[in-house]
């Protein structure tokens, strides 16, 4: 592979990684919020309307490190992505512009009402406001996917004399039935990392004994958001997006499961190493047809191998590509189990004096992190060798003008910015987890008190 090809390709593969770990939990914690405010509403107890606070205060870090980790981004489509920007951006610009334009306006204006103007809005205002932060928050992820889902499967378009690709339907791109689906696998993961991370932080409370009304309400909100979550990211959008993969992308599919080789009634490998030199699984652990089963319905299906299909359109990094699948796929069903015994022992009104549950809820925080990189990571090396799939190579989108050597110099330079700003928000983060929703909630009205008077 070309050198600077593929620094090009770490280069964005690092800071897009990097950069996701902040809007998936904003994304996630946004209706979570807006629950809280719901709650506060309807029960009149003021301890749900601190508990918003509270979160609305780690949206807001999140909300910011997200911007701070985003704009170098926009940069790298023009000095690391040039030629795929030229030629796709009359179908990419629409979307990506309607994501900085109305999605990110709106959920940063109606976050500083909700941070700063209860008093003034009232609480149903204030409720608006939460629920405007969570629309702006949602719809910004719906533009990027609608981006995504066009480069993995180009629909409403047409390509120019020139060798430029343009929109002829928005409203077809917009309603591409990949990105639908891959939304809704997407939110689900977002919603996941909120609910892990809220209850992580319930379970933190209790197991110090601090804080131990909030701990109880983040635990429940959590927990309850948590399973549903977990559950849907698997049945019914996961299900769905895998079948959609297996009937455009089937050389994807085949490389993500290991099969090397076409086969009626395919098993699922559970667990094994892809050899790719000699095309099998080395020590593999296998469900004899189950393969066949979850993608066609019946477990006397034919599943294409990658035998079935030249070497040019097998996804470059087989082995990379496989275990990302069953990362993302391990911790999910993690991911479900933990969050269904945390609600049965919810349910039955033991889950706050279970010390070993809460110990597991806290130490699996991570989990919707690495399972949803991980899930990403599925994706984007899974379309490769293509940048839009089927039409555009990767090898005919990167700036060929922008050397190895200058590529790795801003890559090295990104690393040690990040690196610095990633030892920052644990501080931060760190602080605001410590000082607890009381004293947040109180400093959030003295600014607001501030900003009104001044």
Not at 418 to 445: A, C
Request: proline share 4%.
């Amino acid at each position: 592979m070309n050198d600077a090809l593929f620094l090009h390709r770490i280069h964005f593969a690092f800071t897009i990684t990097f950069h996701y770990l902040f809007p998936q939990l904003t994304m996630g914690l946004a209706p979570l919020i807006v629950i809280l405010k719901t709650l506060a509403i309807k029960t009149g107890n003021d301890a749900y309307n601190k508990a918003a606070r509270f979160w609305t205060n780690v949206f807001g870090i999140n909300f910011a490190f997200g911007v701070l980790t985003g704009i170098p981004m926009e940069f790298e489509f023009g000095t690391n992505w040039s030629r795929f920007s030229q030629l796709t951006g009359g179908v990419i610009g629409q979307p990506l512009a309607m994501e900085g334009t109305f999605s990110f306006f709106l959920e940063s204006a109606f976050l500083g009402l909700f941070l700063f103007g209860e008093k003034k809005l009232g609480k149903w205002g204030h409720w608006c406001a939460a629920f405007l932060v969570f629309l702006g928050s949602w719809l910004s992820g719906f533009f990027i996917i609608v981006t995504d889902a066009w480069m993995q499967h180009p629909v409403a378009y047409t390509r120019l004399p020139n060798g430029m690709f343009s929109v002829t339907s928005f409203w077809g791109l917009l309603t591409n039935s990949w990105a639908l689906i891959q939304y809704a696998h997407n939110m689900c993961g977002a919603l996941a990392t909120g609910a892990f991370v809220m209850a992580a932080v319930g379970a933190f409370y209790l197991l110090d004994h601090k804080h131990d009304d909030y701990g109880r309400i983040f635990l429940r909100v959590g927990v309850v958001a948590g399973v549903i979550a977990s559950m849907a990211q698997g049945f019914p959008t996961g299900d769905l997006h895998g079948k959609y993969l297996a009937k455009h992308q089937p050389p994807t599919i085949a490389a993500m499961e290991g099969l090397f080789k076409t086969e009626t009634g395919a098993p699922m490998v559970i667990l094994g190493q892809p050899d790719a030199e000699h095309q099998r699984i080395d020590n593999p652990i296998v469900v004899n047809k189950v393969l066949s089963f979850l993608v066609y319905g019946t477990t006397t299906a034919e599943v294409q191998g990658l035998n079935a299909f030249p070497k040019d359109r097998w996804p470059t990094n087989i082995p990379l590509l496989y275990f990302a699948y069953h990362i993302m796929v391990g911790l999910g069903t993690v991911m479900i189990a933990v969050m269904a015994a945390a609600t049965f022992l919810l349910w039955r009104r033991m889950l706050y004096g279970a010390r070993w549950m809460l110990w597991f809820i806290l130490l699996c925080f991570p989990l919707p992190y690495i399972a949803n990189t991980a899930g990403w990571m599925t994706a984007e090396v899974g379309r490769q060798p293509w940048l839009v799939y089927g039409l555009l190579r990767t090898t005919q989108g990167y700036s060929s003008n922008v050397n190895a050597s200058n590529s790795l110099f801003t890559l090295l330079g990104y690393m040690g910015l990040y690196l610095m700003l990633g030892i920052l928000f644990i501080f931060i983060m760190q602080r605001e987890v410590f000082r607890g929703p009381e004293q947040t909630s109180r400093h959030s009205t003295e600014a607001e008190i501030q900003i009104t008077t001044a």
